[in-house]
């Protein structure tokens, strides 16, 4: 039987085209989850499980999901004992199948909780409860009140306030309701026929991007999208009228000077290196290290001082250069499940000492050694002494360089290839930091489950691919010197 489950009807409501493939195409590589977005699902399924510890007494429909009548059944049969709150209800009205997290037994009815992993209510979240709302209801089951239980971002570990938060949202939903009946009708109706049209546009991104991307869009390197800092809204709206590509915009178009030096470096299909760039590069004293983190994010913390989802330095790479030219490396990854920062900080500060300069790219590195100011106080003052070395390379790029090739991105990996064609991360394992943080969390937390063979090729990936963004730096500045005739290691500001 089609039928529409809640994840469906979310789907659906954001575009039907991408309800249809997930119900017709199930087996599509764009709905196979990667190593981050299986730890997503993996984060959530450990939340729901902490969250039900809230509820106790509560019941379990613990039947498999393909299991439709012994878990209605069951629901049915927890309603009639009077289970104070029974989590995975299940029910099936009118070809819509919904199983809910919690529902809960109070003031003569049932409230409707939908326990989600963020930190916060999203509007995103009100089609999700609606329509298992109007399932029970329709299955007889007084829904009285709904609410989103999320995490607590002012939580942090240990045991510093309450993990959960429940936010009441039956108004929005009381408001959502009356259209779900012919929302589900035009679902049912979709996935009876042929693939559905449906135009590209905002909902190709929001809520969350569609996995089928690439099957709706042009691939254009100057696609409108593309355009520096223009933000997928705006992008949109010049596509309604007409505007399709950068090149195509009218030449009164007010934008951001580096907007405009993308639009010149495409016009004129050259690299736009500004004369300000060699004063830029005068920061950049040397000898200079150049600075990475790697860092772990989990849904429920497990160090000290975190919060739900709050990033934790786990690795770092130091590229140093000599005075002759040559460079040192210093590659540092936490071993264990126990809190690394501590260890981490007293090596950065070591491997940091003789550096004038510290290149970074981005304020990343730098919000993460504050945070380390404040978990180990006694290193405060080494640690502040690190931040004043730190120099962000990333304005120096966005400020003097553009390539036709960064589409639109100022990120380290985008600029590398256009800027070192020489150097990439394609014989690299590990090419992604998103993928770097779970499988740092894998080492760290999970290692007993993973071989040794393989424990020992993981660390070793992650090793290799925190060294190569530094030394992607490395290549990179050294890049910028050539482009301003600059050379000297000592004093980035003699040109030679």
């Known amino acids: 039987?089609?039928?529409?489950?809640?994840?469906?009807?979310?789907?659906?409501?954001?575009?039907?085209?991408?309800?249809?493939?997930?119900?017709?195409?199930?087996?599509?590589?764009?709905?196979?989850?990667?190593?981050?977005?299986?730890?997503?699902?993996?984060?959530?399924?450990?939340?729901?499980?902490?969250?039900?510890?809230?509820?106790?007494?509560?019941?379990?429909?613990?039947?498999?999901?393909?299991?439709?009548?012994?878990?209605?059944?069951?629901?049915?049969?927890?309603?009639?004992?009077?289970?104070?709150?029974?989590?995975?209800?299940?029910?099936?009205?009118?070809?819509?199948?919904?199983?809910?997290?919690?529902?809960?037994?109070?003031?003569?009815?049932?409230?409707?909780?939908?326990?989600?992993?963020?930190?916060?209510?999203?509007?995103?979240?009100?089609?999700?409860?609606?329509?298992?709302?109007?399932?029970?209801?329709?299955?007889?089951?007084?829904?009285?009140?709904?609410?989103?239980?999320?995490?607590?971002?002012e939580y942090r570990h240990p045991g510093q306030g309450e993990l959960f938060v429940r936010t009441d949202v039956t108004d929005q939903v009381e408001t959502y309701l009356p259209d779900v009946q012919a929302m589900v009708q035009v679902q049912l109706e979709v996935l009876e026929g042929p693939l559905p049209e449906k135009a590209i546009g905002l909902h190709c991104f929001e809520p969350r991007e569609c996995p089928f991307h690439a099957r709706c869009w042009p691939e254009d390197p100057e696609h409108i999208t593309t355009l520096y800092y223009l933000g997928k809204a705006k992008a949109c709206r010049y596509m309604a009228q007409g505007i399709n590509r950068i090149g195509e915009l009218p030449a009164e178009t007010k934008l951001s000077e580096t907007a405009r030096r993308q639009v010149r470096a495409l016009r004129e299909r050259r690299m736009v290196v500004e004369p300000s760039l060699a004063k830029a590069l005068t920061a950049f004293?040397?000898?200079?290290?150049?600075?990475?983190?790697?860092?772990?994010?989990?849904?429920?913390?497990?160090?000290?001082?975190?919060?739900?989802?709050?990033?934790?330095?786990?690795?770092?790479?130091?590229?140093?250069?000599?005075?002759?030219?040559?460079?040192?490396?210093?590659?540092?990854?936490?071993?264990?499940?126990?809190?690394?920062?501590?260890?981490?900080?007293?090596?950065?500060?070591?491997?940091?000492?003789?550096?004038?300069?510290?290149?970074?790219?981005?304020?990343?590195?730098?919000?993460?050694?504050?945070?380390?100011?404040?978990?180990?106080?006694?290193?405060?003052?080494p640690l502040q002494e690190l931040l004043g070395k730190l120099t962000d390379l990333l304005p120096v790029m966005r400020g003097n360089v553009y390539h036709p090739d960064f589409r639109g991105s100022f990120s380290l990996k985008y600029v590398l290839t256009p800027m070192v064609p020489e150097l990439t991360y394609d014989d690299l394992v590990i090419v992604d930091g998103m993928v770097a943080s779970v499988e740092i969390a894998r080492l760290l937390f999970v290692a007993h489950k993973i071989p040794v063979e393989e424990r020992d090729r993981l660390r070793k990936d992650l090793l290799a691919y925190c060294e190569r963004d530094t030394w992607a730096m490395v290549r990179l500045m050294s890049r910028l010197r050539h482009l301003t005739g600059t050379r000297s290691v000592r004093g980035l500001g003699n040109n030679g």
């Open 285 to 381: 004293e040397g000898p200079l290290g150049y600075l990475d983190f790697e860092t772990v994010s989990r849904a429920v913390p497990v160090w000290t001082g975190l919060g739900p989802w709050q990033h934790a330095t786990a690795q770092f790479s130091y590229h140093e250069e000599g005075r002759d030219g040559s460079h040192k490396h210093v590659g540092w990854l936490a071993e264990g499940p126990d809190d690394p920062r501590r260890e981490l900080a007293e090596g950065l500060i070591e491997a940091t000492a003789g550096a004038k300069r510290i290149v970074t790219y981005s304020s990343f590195e730098q919000t993460r050694i504050r945070e380390l100011q404040g978990l180990v106080p006694e290193l405060a003052e």
């Open 1 to 153: 039987m089609t039928h529409i489950s809640k994840s469906r009807f979310v789907a659906g409501v954001q575009c039907l085209k991408l309800l249809w493939w997930k119900v017709h195409e199930p087996a599509a590589p764009e709905l196979q989850p990667d190593r981050v977005l299986q730890d997503r699902f993996d984060q959530g399924t450990l939340v729901g499980e902490m969250a039900r510890e809230q509820f106790p007494g509560g019941v379990l429909i613990d039947f498999p999901h393909t299991a439709w009548a012994e878990r209605i059944e069951a629901t049915q049969a927890a309603i009639e004992s009077g289970a104070p709150a029974i989590f995975e209800a299940s029910f099936l009205t009118d070809q819509v199948y919904v199983a809910v997290d919690v529902l809960l037994r109070e003031n003569g009815g049932f409230t409707l909780i939908e326990v989600k992993s963020s930190t916060s209510q999203k509007d995103e979240h009100i089609p999700d409860a609606a329509i298992q709302t109007w399932a029970v209801r329709k299955g007889g089951v007084p829904v009285l009140h709904v609410e989103i239980m999320h995490l607590n971002k």
